[in-house]
């Protein structure tokens, strides 16, 4: 089954600063990856995503993430943080399989990042 | 376009007591999805549906019931209320699969059962 964990539940940066949101993933099949963000009161929105393509993915707000098969891990990164982008994080996989059965979101518990200015 | 709206966007009930949240969408999609959030933790599938009069269940139904007479509107009814099921309710939608395609998501009904 496929699951997803976050590492860290809470990040806190300076603005300017380099971040690293820590995400890895179970998965039996190739799997499907997504950041999605969710700031303060509001529905969530997606940041990038990851469908077996390069594996180096570059989102929006300037975010990336890189799949590593190897090590099982979708981290997302920023060169220099914002303070627009606190805001709660979540790493999210799907539960498609091959032959395009139903592909469900399984979601990560979330990463709260806090910018300090 | 609006995207997917949400109605209310907060509410309190009373245990016992029943309620539709409304969803709707004006971006032609087949999908629809409802979750909910509780604090701290991701968001987990209640129902979904792959187009108007096809629904099935997510990872926690229990609760709850879903229809889909149209391709734009998902409502989500709770029967009798309970205190767990006080969370924040995301309804979305895509256009086709979920497995590799974005998500679109409302801005949450917030519901708080007492």
């Known amino acids: 089954a496929q699951s997803v964990t976050q590492l860290d539940s809470h990040v806190s940066v300076s603005e300017g600063t380099p971040v690293l949101l820590r995400c890895n993933y179970s998965s039996s099949y190739s799997p499907s990856l997504f950041w999605y963000v969710q700031h303060p009161n509001k529905g969530l929105q997606l940041l990038l995503k990851y469908t077996s393509a390069a594996t180096l993915v570059k989102g929006i707000n300037g975010f990336e993430a890189e799949f590593k098969k190897s090590e099982t891990s979708f981290h997302l990164t920023k060169p220099s943080a914002h303070m627009s982008d606190a805001a709660e994080y979540f790493c999210v996989v799907s539960d498609a399989g091959y032959g395009g059965s139903q592909g469900n979101l399984i979601f990560g518990k979330g990463t709260k990042l806090s910018v300090k200015p | 376009n609006a995207g997917v709206t949400q109605t209310p966007k907060f509410r309190i009930l009373k245990i016992g007591q029943s309620m539709t949240l409304q969803c709707t969408q004006d971006?032609?999609?087949?999908?629809m999805y409802w979750y909910r959030q509780d604090p701290g933790m991701g968001l987990k599938l209640i129902y979904y549906s792959v187009g108007a009069g096809i629904t099935d269940k997510g990872e926690v139904p229990n609760g709850y019931n879903v229809s889909r007479s149209t391709t734009e509107d998902f409502p989500l009814r709770l029967e009798l209320a309970a205190p767990s099921q006080t969370s924040v309710y995301f309804c979305?939608?895509?256009?086709?699969?979920?497995?590799?395609?974005?998500?679109?998501f409302g801005p949450g009904t917030r519901l708080l059962v007492l």
């Open positions: 971006m032609n999609h087949n999908y």
């Open positions: 979305a939608s895509s256009p086709t699969t979920g497995g590799m395609e974005t998500q679109y």
